[in-house]
């Protein structure tokens, strides 16, 4: 019987975007180097399918950023569970300490800082825009419920809760308060109204 071939010969089969950025993501947690050109080779892509795809490397670890977040946010909301500005500040400060301990985190800022801190911080990019519609998401659930009446408008509060973020977390090493959790948790709480007693 003779085999049906699939794909070129000394080729494997086209591979998908959701497996490109999959094999992304999991270089980034493992602290590599995301390389557009060795993940299109282990997928057996052409490179100009990585770019029609992802256009720039930046644009791929901006994917890789934004959707990590995205899903944690909505993973830890759940696993934190309860109600009102208590419960969204724990789920703030999870998500703010695994930031800070993600070994892929740590070795972007460590190796590209500039880059890094451009594909994070940026309002044109894809990161801070998804992780500002994600905990306003958050906060809209909560009003609704009628378990949270947020100060300001919820995608304001948004918004300063991720600026504040980007500082305390991985922008102001020079004011000698990146990876500050516990300040920015206190910051958090305050614009949340939960503040607490120190």
Do not use: C
């Not at 071939?5 to 086209?14: D, F, H, N, S, V």
């Not at 299109?40 to 256009?55: I, K, S, Y």
């Not at 419960?87 to 892929?104: I, K, M, P, Q, Y």
């Not at 980007?166 to 614009?191: C, H, K, M, P, W």
Request: charged share 25%; proline share 4%.
């Amino acid at each position: 019987m003779t085999p049906v071939l699939t794909g070129r010969p000394g080729r494997p089969a086209a591979s998908t975007r959701e497996a490109a950025l999959k094999l992304a993501t999991d270089r980034f947690l493992a602290g590599e180097r995301v390389d557009v050109q060795a993940i299109a080779r282990e997928l057996g892509l052409a490179r100009a399918t990585m770019h029609r795809w992802f256009q720039t490397r930046e644009l791929l670890l901006g994917e890789v950023l934004a959707t990590l977040a995205e899903a944690r946010v909505a993973a830890l909301r759940l696993q934190v569970g309860g109600h009102g500005p208590r419960a969204l500040l724990d789920t703030l400060d999870s998500f703010n300490r695994e930031v800070v301990a993600t070994r892929g985190m740590r070795a972007l800022l460590a190796q590209e800082q500039e880059r890094a801190l451009r594909i994070l911080t940026s309002s044109a990019g894809v990161v801070q825009p998804r992780l500002v519609a994600a905990v306003e998401r958050m906060i809209d659930e909560e009003t609704r419920a009628g378990h949270f009446v947020p100060a300001i408008a919820p995608e304001v509060l948004a918004y300063a809760i991720v600026r504040l973020g980007e500082a305390f977390l991985y922008n102001d090493a020079l004011a000698g308060i990146r990876s500050d959790t516990e300040r920015l948790r206190q910051v958090q709480a305050a614009l949340l109204g939960a503040a607490e007693r120190t």
